[in-house]
């Protein structure tokens, strides 16, 4: 191998490790919850109470859907609604759910493959949907692909996720539906354990917030 080749080569290795870096950072970057929220007469806190219930029959009486949901408890409690365990002494129902796709694959270009500067893909796409959940079409599991950038076209991928919850609050005296929410994001982390708790604090973000508006509130990003 001549001195030019050699010299094209490094660069190659170092604009390579260079995106490798820069997507390892990503994973470690806040990601956005885009947040949607409807309200009709929600009643002001003092003298109301509330249960929690899982809006999903199958996750009623689970441990998991219990924690969360003892978030879900303590924002309400912050706000002055008093928490009860038993759905028939309490004025208001707080029906619960979350969920979690399976993830999709998300690719991105050096910029020196053969197919031009971001290579046929334009730069940054997604491809590989899978999964499903509910309304929100979540549910998955995660890892991390690496392309050869000499024998691939430059190209590197990882995986992202979409998340979600959502919260429904009905008066019990006759069911009638208060208030509506969902908050959902898409990240590089599969760890429910993370998100619920990250969704749950965008979803109680200036809750109850304007009726209709979506907005979008920056989460932390997961400590590794």
């Keep these: ?54 809006d ?23 706000l002055g609604y008093a928490p009860v365990e038993d759905p028939a002494r309490a004025t208001l129902i707080v029906r619960f759910d979350y969920g979690l796709d399976t993830g ?10 053969a197919a031009g500067p ?5 730069g940054y796409g997604f491809y590989g949907r899978r999964g499903g959940w509910g309304g929100f079409g979540f549910g998955g599991p995660w890892h991390y692909g690496w392309y050869d950038p000499f024998f ?20 019990a005296a006759d069911g009638q539906r208060l208030f509506e929410g969902k908050a959902e994001a898409v990240s590089t982390s599969n760890r429910l354990q993370y998100l619920v708790p990250n969704l749950v604090e965008a979803m109680f973000t200036n809750f109850p ?9 920056t989460v932390a990003p997961e400590k590794k």
């Design 118 to 122: 971001w290579g046929p893909w334009g």
């Design 152 to 171: 691939d076209n430059s190209i590197q991928s990882y995986t992202v996720y979409t998340s979600g919850i959502s919260l429904k609050i009905d008066r």
């Design 56 to 78: 999903d029959p199958k996750l009623a009486g689970g441990l998991e859907f219990s924690q969360y949901a003892s978030i879900v408890r303590d924002r309400m409690a912050r």
């Design 1 to 54: 191998m001549n001195e030019n080749a050699r010299s094209q080569l490094g660069r190659l290795r170092l604009a390579a490790a260079a995106v490798l870096l820069m997507a390892l950072a990503a994973c470690a970057a806040p990601f956005n919850a885009n947040v949607s929220r409807f309200q009709s007469q929600l009643p002001a806190p003092a003298g109301q109470s509330f249960a929690i219930v899982a």
């Design 104 to 113: 999709r694959e998300r690719v991105t270009s050096t910029g020196i493959g």
């Design 209 to 217: 917030g304007n009726s209709g508006e979506t907005v979008r509130i």
